[in-house]
């Protein structure tokens, strides 16, 4: 799947703090998560919540009392209850996917895109239709659903149905302690049913697979703190930060980066999804992670009514499928696929967010991305995909120090990638990332239009 349509501003956005799961934000729900983020977002680009046309949430993990995630959002911020809202999800693509889906509906508006109808302040909407869109993603890990096993739901189901006090002793009897063991929701959310593999186990794949080492990973990890402890300290993820007010304490900082990690601290960890020869630890790999990221976008030109520059544009997109056992190469199917549709090459890209899953998955993009007969056998090329630079990939850290809340993450590369052009003095970017269950997609951004 690929994207070319007329190209999508980016008015601006915010995110949350990326908290640990079961830390500061355990009792935060994804709903409250992404109130604040699109409440938040409205504010930072002086947009009215009346002026907005649809909401389109990314999350995976989904909230037993919030069916339609993004509706519920929706309203709770202030959005009208005659505006239309929708969640969507591809798992960790699912904060990327709420972008294509507002591109692809003020696209099908026909004047989000090419500027014709009314200005913003009189918009209205049809069916599927929008000329101010907020596209996000909210994730709370530490909210995931915790389940029942199927003998344990069968138990519980005999007492809810039993009518005289004698079926009820008889029901409750009748359990036992293995029927209370609970079935983590957060497990099941992380392994792929189709090769029956943990997402960690895929990144053990490729570590054997590209022959990465311990050592390697290690040292990546390493790198992805000491930048997002930079550019914590250079304050740069403050102009992205909405705070987030839990239990009558401000939290406006992310809590993952170690500025003081060291290679001895991370060489004591165990591999933590192959006990035996394996190299993937809890260290060298994201961290479970709540949080919500929304940005305001509309059409190119309908952009041009509005008195404030837009932080930039999203000008391509595409989606590829790979094996699932392989899904942290999913990147690079998606990457070819958008320079073949754009001309374009790696190299002419100023600045790549490549999300941090795994180091292992990272160091074997890279790897892969430089062989020819990858390029030729998997991607259909002449020769090797390119380089990717590590001078201008992921420069102020990853997932790996953040933390990667599935469902928001594809917003936040989106996000971080604009503002750090921006601030940099740059004009092209791509933001992209692996998907379980063995897809890549990736977006290709802009400071600037062409001409």
């Known amino acids: 799947m690929t994207g070319k349509l007329a190209p999508l501003a980016v008015l601006g956005g915010v995110r949350t703090p990326l908290i640990k799961a079961f830390t500061q934000l355990q009792t935060c729900t994804a709903v409250e998560l992404g109130r604040i983020a699109v409440a938040g977002a409205l504010s930072h680009c002086g947009i009215a919540a009346e002026q907005v046309d649809q909401v389109i949430m990314g999350n995976v993990a989904g909230q037993p009392d919030a069916a339609n995630l993004a509706r519920v959002i929706a309203l709770r911020a202030g959005v009208p209850h005659d505006r239309i809202a929708h969640t969507v999800n591809r798992n960790c693509a699912s904060g990327m996917e709420s972008i294509v ?75 036992r302690p293995h029927h209370l063991k609970p079935v983590m929701g957060i497990e099941l959310g992380l392994t792929d049913p189709v090769c029956g593999l943990s997402m960690g186990q895929t990144a053990e794949v490729l570590a054997q697979e590209f022959e990465i080492s311990r050592e390697e990973q290690d040292e990546y990890a390493l790198l992805s703190h000491g930048r997002a402890a930079a550019a914590q300290y250079q304050c740069f993820f403050s102009g992205e930060i909405v705070p987030v007010e839990q239990d009558g304490k401000e939290i406006d900082r992310d809590n993952g980066p170690r500025e003081h990690q ?43 009514s509005l008195p404030t520059q837009p932080l930039g544009y999203v000008t391509s997109y595409a989606i590829a499928g790979c094996d699932p056992r392989r899904m942290g190469l999913g990147p690079l199917y998606a990457i070819a696929k958008l320079l073949r549709q754009t001309g374009l090459t790696l190299a002419d890209f100023d600045r790549i967010e490549l999300n941090e899953a795994f180091a292992a998955q990272v160091i074997a993009c890279c790897r892969a991305a430089e062989s020819a007969a990858f390029g030729r056998q998997e991607l259909g090329l002449d020769g090797p995909l390119g380089a990717f630079d590590r001078q201008r990939m992921n420069v102020n850290g990853g997932a790996i120090a953040l933390g990667h809340p599935v469902g928001m993450t594809g917003t936040r590369l989106v996000l971080t990638l604009l503002r750090e052009l921006r601030r940099s003095g740059l004009r092209r970017g791509l933001a992209t990332l692996c998907v379980g269950g063995g897809q890549g997609m990736a977006i290709a951004v802009q400071t600037e239009r062409d001409a």
């Open 101 to 175: 889906a507002a591109w692809q509906a003020i696209a099908s508006n026909g004047a989000g895109a090419n500027g014709s109808g009314p200005p913003l302040a009189e918009s209205k909407t049809g069916p599927g239709a929008g000329r101010v869109i907020i596209a996000g993603g909210t994730e709370s890990m530490s909210n995931v659903p915790m389940l029942v096993n199927r003998q344990g739901f069968q138990a519980w189901l005999r007492l809810g149905k039993a009518k005289t006090l004698g079926q009820r002793l008889r029901a409750l009897t009748a359990f």
């Open 262 to 304: 060291t290679l001895e601290q991370l060489a004591k960890l165990r591999p933590l999804f192959q006990r035996s020869g394996g190299t993937v630890t809890a260290g060298n790999s994201c961290p479970l992670t709540d949080g919500a990221a929304a940005l305001v976008v509309t059409g190119a030109k309908q952009a041009e």
